[in-house]
């Protein structure tokens, strides 16, 4: 059973924007550690953003300065404001969700695509 959907995938040209959102009726976003994981074709699986339960967030250093994860504890969802997209961007994005961010992921989005063309 999926316990998060993501939302917001589609196709920008180099330099354009998208903002994923992942919601749940299951998972109380504000107390795990949420995440954005991307797969890019043919390459593994690969963390992007994390939000921990404190509100710290790190990204990878391939998005700094260009990708914002953030939540809305009201509406039980999870963002990814993504700036300045680039083709290498292009990739099925995931969220996931685990108890703290130093723990396995426990659950997972069945992803959505973004693709980026130059």
């Known amino acids: 059973q999926v316990q998060l959907a993501e939302s917001g995938g589609g196709s920008v040209q180099a330099g354009g924007s998208l903002r994923l959102s992942c919601g749940s009726s299951?998972?109380?976003?504000?107390?795990?550690?949420m995440s954005w994981f991307r797969q890019p074709p043919g390459k593994e699986r690969e963390g992007v953003a994390h939000i921990g339960r404190d509100g710290t967030t790190t990204y990878a250093d391939s998005v700094k300065g260009r990708f914002t994860i953030s939540q809305d504890n009201a509406r039980n969802t999870l963002y990814l404001q993504m700036n300045s997209l680039k083709p290498e961007d292009s990739a099925i994005y995931y969220c996931?969700?685990?108890?703290?961010?130093?723990?396995?992921?426990?659950?997972w989005g069945q992803g959505t695509q973004v693709t980026v063309s130059s």
């Open positions: 299951t998972i109380v976003i504000s107390r795990n550690c």
């Open positions: 996931a969700a685990r108890g703290w961010c130093r723990d396995p992921v426990t659950s």
